[in-house]
């Protein structure tokens, strides 16, 4: 079974009726729902008991999953760094959204990941760059999302080891929109959909994209981060 942990800061929802009519119980409720399978369990964690990240449950969790928006400097520094620090030894991560400004994200980019937005609904392709990766199987050239908000480049981010998708707005902008690192023994998929006002998380294709993710960033190796002092094994 692999055991993901989903954080959202759960205020929008609470905030606008227009958001909660979409999630009515919370993005985390609707993403619980959706991603839970054969394979995979869920819990979740909002802003409300984001002290309950703790050292023993993220020692408990295979990928960790990050939804905030209005509230990332409310998340404790020494919260995003436990995040950042499990992530390193091996705990898989995926950001979803507006979860690239988040401090866990920033703290494992090493840059500021400043990009350009405007929220006015425009439709969105998000291609395909490489069929053969795990984390498309089961999508087909490309995702059609009827609204979503427009992100555009500059995306401040480190160079991706991989690129997945690249998104593409009505307006004409275009978006490294899934992105794959490694960091540490970790590995981390970043995920441009997922606008609050739009029904993204129900979209078939955006569940089986986060699906695949989540077992393409599974690892049963957790380390140890240490630089110990060594003796030499031959005299
Ligand atoms: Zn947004």
Redesign the pocket.
């Known amino acids: 079974m692999i055991k993901v942990t989903i954080y959202n800061e759960y205020l929008h929802e609470r905030a606008s009726e227009r958001v909660a009519k979409v999630y009515p119980h919370g993005i985390h409720e609707a993403l619980k729902e959706n991603l839970t399978d054969e394979d995979i369990s869920v819990k979740t964690v909002t802003l409300d008991n984001v002290e309950d990240i703790t050292d023993e449950l993220l020692a408990d969790t295979d990928v960790f999953m990050w939804w905030g928006?209005k509230a990332h400097e409310k998340v404790p520094d020494e919260i995003a760094v436990r995040v950042q620090q499990a992530c390193l030894a091996g705990m898989g991560m995926i950001f979803l959204?507006?979860g690239h400004h988040s401090k866990p994200f920033k703290l494992l980019m090493g840059t500021p990941c400043n990009l350009s937005?405007r929220?006015d609904g425009d439709r969105e392709y998000l291609w395909v760059c490489d069929p053969s990766h795990p984390i498309v199987q089961g999508i087909g050239n490309y995702i059609k999302l009827e609204h979503e908000?427009t992100y555009g480049e500059p995306f401040m981010i480190p160079e991706p080891d991989k690129l997945i998708f690249i998104g593409n707005y009505e307006g004409g902008e275009a978006f490294r929109s899934g992105c794959c690192y490694r960091r540490g023994y970790g590995k981390i998929f970043y995920f441009q959909p997922?606008?609050?006002t739009f029904p993204t998380f129900y979209h078939p294709d955006v569940i089986r994209v986060l699906k695949n993710a989540i077992r393409w960033a599974v690892s049963d190796y957790r380390g140890v981060l240490e630089c110990p002092h060594i003796k030499k094994i031959e005299e």
């Open positions: 928006h959204h507006s937005w929220e908000e997922g606008h609050e």
